[in-house]
């Protein structure tokens, strides 16, 4: 009997390490000794293992056997580590190849029969296998259409301990068995949501193309029925489909948060609308044992709606901040830090006092100006300095309502297309930096002696800002919006209406 050698891996976020796995047996009295920093779950895998070795007839040794999983320092949580455990204690036992082993990434968990389940996380496990050269990996039967969409690396489809280990050169006889199948993905079909069902506030449809067109967060403050909640469930159909990247990207996200991932990439952009009595670790993400990834971080390059915001926990609304500014969000432990992408856009959605009706012009507010004051006070400043659009909404009249048919609207579709094309056009300006969304770009750049805009056309921001109605951060964020205006507009440049408007939205509450 030898050492075996194979290889598993452990992931930290979307970030995913090797782990070899070293199985060693000993004339010692019989034991199951597992070493290497795993967590309860993955303490269990010696039971697992055994029970699983048993009934698929390849018995494990009655000796002392000794697991590592080295990096020891490196965290490792979770059942993933089962098939891996068992290919190697069978290879030191002699029972399969060494060598074949030895070359093979195995990731999967073991039921007491011998079956092997799907396991959560499986896309990114074998993007970071692939990208840390690994050339085949060994998973799941029920994780093998998931695996596949990780290009350049081979999948070997397994159903069981006892095929895995045929595959591996053990002299066993086949047996059939059903293998366990992951969670069924329907095929996308069309929500209906459409920018033409909205009657009136032209505003407010304005902005969301806006919105779309910079990836800019957008505050939306209006009495109940204003349409707040039907401007924000149609902005992910005006948003481009995602690149190659950030579709392998979304879809990782999913695969880690336990989310069926179906035959193939997720091209639409997500949304994400989480209950207002959502605590600060579901939005960006934590937990005990494995680090889950939030609502923030599967928003991630789509939408993260807030309705009724004032109501959400002002700690959970504040731990927002951080990932709206770098994009990332980091969930820091004693012995790791975990990190998850979170380049989303945010629209928080609010009523202008509790009872909804202040500023109505059909119902009166019963509420007291102290009471309105503390209610939208829930929304701390430096949360709202960050929200490029804040607009107020309206409800729409029985006039307004019944000359909607007669009135021509924007459907989603040319929407889109107005905001593909204002994307190319700031792509274009932007090839050459790392960035790609007017909402990216620091404003140091947009300030710069470059591409300074002239006096005349910055004049109303610039005594804005004198004034103390813009804070530095808001001046930047005017900027943005002014740029994503005029490639709306196909202009080169901005001018001093595209400034003046872009003002309007910052301000229009």
């Not at 990114?124 to 990996?137: K, Y």
């Not at 193309?209 to 029925?225: C, M, S, W, Y």
């Not at 490029?388 to 929407?415: C, F, H, K, N, Y």
């Not at 080169?492 to 309007?504: N, S, V």
Request: contains cysteine; aromatic residues 2%.
């Amino acid at each position: 009997m030898a050492i075996a050698h194979t290889t598993a891996v452990a992931l930290l976020g979307l970030t995913g390490a090797l782990v070899d796995v070293e199985a060693d047996i000993s004339s010692n009295l019989p034991s199951f000794v597992l070493i290497g920093l795993p967590d309860a779950a993955l303490n269990e895998a010696r039971d697992r293992v055994r029970a699983a070795a048993t009934n698929s007839g390849c018995p494990l040794p009655n000796r002392r056997l000794t697991v590592n999983l080295s990096p020891a320092a490196l965290p490792k949580h979770g059942s993933g580590f089962d098939l891996a455990i068992a290919m190697a204690v069978l290879a030191a036992a002699g029972i399969i190849s060494l060598d074949s082993v030895a070359r093979v990434v195995h990731l999967g968990e073991l039921g007491l029969d011998g079956r092997l389940r799907p396991i959560a996380g499986i896309l990114p496990a074998v993007l970071a296998a692939s990208r840390a050269g690994a050339a085949i990996v060994m998973v799941p039967s029920g994780n093998a259409g998931e695996a596949g969409l990780v290009p350049g690396i081979q999948v070997v489809p397994v159903s069981s301990l006892r095929d895995a280990a045929i595959w591996h050169g053990g002299e066993l006889e086949p047996i059939v068995v059903d293998a366990i199948e992951s969670a069924r993905v329907d095929d996308p079909v069309d929500d209906g949501l459409d920018l033409s069902d909205i009657v009136g506030n032209e505003d407010a449809i304005e902005a969301l193309i806006v919105a779309a067109a910079g990836g800019h967060h957008l505050f939306l403050l209006g009495p109940p029925g204003a349409g707040k909640t039907m401007l924000a469930a149609r902005l992910p159909g005006l948003l481009p489909d995602l690149g190659a990247e950030d579709a392998l990207e979304v879809s990782s996200i999913r695969s880690l948060a336990g989310l069926p991932v179906g035959a193939s990439l997720a091209v639409r952009p997500p949304l994400e609308s989480p209950h207002h009595t959502a605590t600060a670790a579901s939005l960006v993400g934590g937990g005990s044992g494995v680090i889950r990834p939030g609502a923030a971080a599967r928003a991630s390059h789509g939408v993260l709606f807030l309705d009724e915001a004032p109501e959400f926990r002002p700690a959970a609304l504040d731990a927002l901040r951080q990932p709206l500014e770098a994009g990332v969000v980091s969930i820091h432990r004693a012995n790791a830090v975990a990190h998850f992408p979170a380049r989303f856009q945010l629209v928080m959605a609010a009523n202008p006092c509790p009872c909804g009706q202040y500023g109505a012009t059909d119902s009166d507010c019963v509420c007291t100006p102290h009471v309105r004051r503390k209610y939208l006070a829930r929304l701390s400043g430096p949360l709202m300095d960050r929200i490029d659009i804040q607009l107020r909404v309206s409800r729409v009249t029985a006039v307004r309502l019944r000359l909607g048919d007669e009135t021509p609207t924007i459907t989603s579709a040319a929407a889109r297309r107005r905001v593909t094309d204002a994307r190319l056009a700031a792509n274009g300006r932007l090839q050459h930096t790392p960035w790609r969304l007017n909402s990216e770009v620091p404003g140091a750049w947009l300030r710069s002696r470059e591409r300074r805009l002239s006096a005349a056309t910055t004049v109303s921001i610039d005594r804005a800002l004198e004034r103390g109605g813009l804070t530095m951060r808001g001046y930047d964020r005017v900027l943005r919006l002014g740029w994503s205006i005029a490639d709306l507009a196909g202009a080169a440049i901005p001018t001093a209406d595209h400034i003046g408007r872009a003002l309007y939205l910052r301000r229009a509450l």
